[in-house]
């Protein structure tokens, strides 16, 4: 069974920076896609960044240019640098993996993801 347990959240004024780790047992393999969504209170999740197994990068808009995703295949972790962090980016953040090969477009999609984290709140104040 993968245990994705991510790490990192916290407080953070507007305008910082902070990193999330998503340490991942049993998998992935090379050939898994990793992926980070958030939830926000009383909003569905929503996707943030991708790694596909390719090792192509894909952001949300909303992030873009401010959001850094990134994995270690030797130690199973995968990350997400955020910087310049926005009220707007309070949220709990999710790791999430698949082995599945994605259609056009299609890791923006929850139900494209079989394994997920319990999650990390990131709160942003100003």
């Known amino acids: 069974q993968v245990h994705l347990v991510e790490s990192g959240g916290g407080l953070v004024q507007t305008g910082g920076s902070l990193t999330l780790s998503c340490a991942a047992s049993?998998?992935?393999?090379?050939?898994?896609?990793l992926a980070w969504f958030r939830q926000a209170p009383g909003k569905e999740r929503e996707f943030v960044a991708v790694?596909?197994?390719?090792?192509?990068?894909y952001y949300a808009d909303s992030v873009k240019d401010r959001f850094t995703v990134s994995r270690d295949s030797a130690t199973n972790t995968l990350y997400l640098f955020m910087d310049n962090l926005k009220s707007e980016d309070t949220a709990v953040y999710y790791c999430?993996?698949?082995?599945?090969?994605?259609?056009?477009?299609?890791?923006?999609?929850?139900?494209?993801?079989?394994?997920w984290g319990q999650g990390t709140q990131v709160t942003v104040s100003s």
């Open positions: 790694v596909t197994w390719l090792g192509n990068t």
């Open positions: 999430a993996g698949t082995a599945r090969a994605f259609s056009a477009g299609s890791y923006v999609r929850t139900r494209e993801y079989d394994w």
């Open positions: 049993q998998r992935p393999y090379s050939s898994d896609s």
